[in-house]
């Protein structure tokens, strides 16, 4: 198959490292981790991305969208001609943990817990991922405006419920270091660990998994873990622990 895949660099290692080794032809390109500070701005790049794409002349057999639904990034988002093909995933933690499942035994009680990857460390002056809403302080990336969309959706009262079922007020004393074998080798748990001393947190280190990357890669597209998208048709937010993401009707 030709390929094109679309990611935020925070996965750049992981994605070039599947990439080396599948069978499809690739063509990639990535958008920066910065770009998540404002959720429609990410949405405009994308969809600016996916409409260049399909205007190279190229007949791409699917455009890959290696994002989660990251503050309601990804809603919305569509091809004229090509299917897109997207995890059922919140945002990169699920990614990089490898599956939902894993997900939710680590995050499930505690969603808003920061973490990090060798992704994080590397690409620009962040260390930590929260889904706080609003500006950061230089060390960490919002998600952006997820609450907004809830109400929305669901009205102001029960999306204050939701919201704080799914993001509980707390104090923030763990952040948590995604490790991927890949990756390893680098020493940016070390990093991590330091910097997340130094903010006055205790570090967690927890085991990655690059299977999400590499089956997106690969075309392996289980639908109960990913989201194929006709030409034509849209994303649409579920906002629940499960489909998380579906073809907007």
């Not at 990535?30 to 409409?51: C, K, N, P």
């Not at 030409?231 to 937010?237: L, N, Q, S």
Request: glycine letters at 8%; aromatic letters at 10%; proline letters at 4%.
């Amino acid at each position: 198959m030709l390929l094109k895949l679309i990611s935020c660099n925070v996965f750049q290692r992981e994605a070039s490292w599947c990439i080396a080794r599948t069978p499809h032809v690739f063509d990639s390109e990535y958008t920066e981790l910065g770009e998540h500070a404002r959720s429609a701005g990410l949405r405009q790049l994308i969809q600016a991305r996916i409409d260049a794409t399909e205007a190279s002349g190229k007949n791409y057999d699917a455009i890959l969208l290696l994002f989660g639904l990251c503050g309601n990034s990804t809603v919305g988002l569509q091809a004229r001609r090509t299917q897109l093909v997207i995890p059922r995933a919140h945002d990169c933690c699920t990614i990089l943990l490898g599956s939902r499942a894993k997900f939710t035994e680590h995050f499930g009680k505690d969603p808003s817990t920061p973490f990090s990857s060798a992704g994080y460390i590397e690409r620009g002056n962040y260390f930590l991922r929260t889904s706080d809403e609003g500006g950061g302080d230089g060390t960490t990336v919002q998600i952006g405006d997820s609450f907004k969309a809830l109400v929305e959706k669901y009205g102001e009262e029960d999306a204050k419920y939701i919201w704080a079922e799914m993001y509980p007020e707390r104090a923030e004393e763990k952040a948590v270091f995604i490790d991927l074998p890949q990756t390893s080798h680098l020493g940016y748990a070390e990093q991590f660990k330091v910097k997340a001393t130094a903010a006055g947190k205790q570090a967690v280190e927890l085991p990655g998994d690059i299977r999400l990357i590499q089956n997106l890669i690969n075309g392996e597209w289980d639908p109960k873990e990913y989201l194929i998208v006709p030409p034509a048709a849209a994303i649409e937010g579920v906002y629940d622990w499960d489909e998380v993401i579906r073809v907007k009707k």
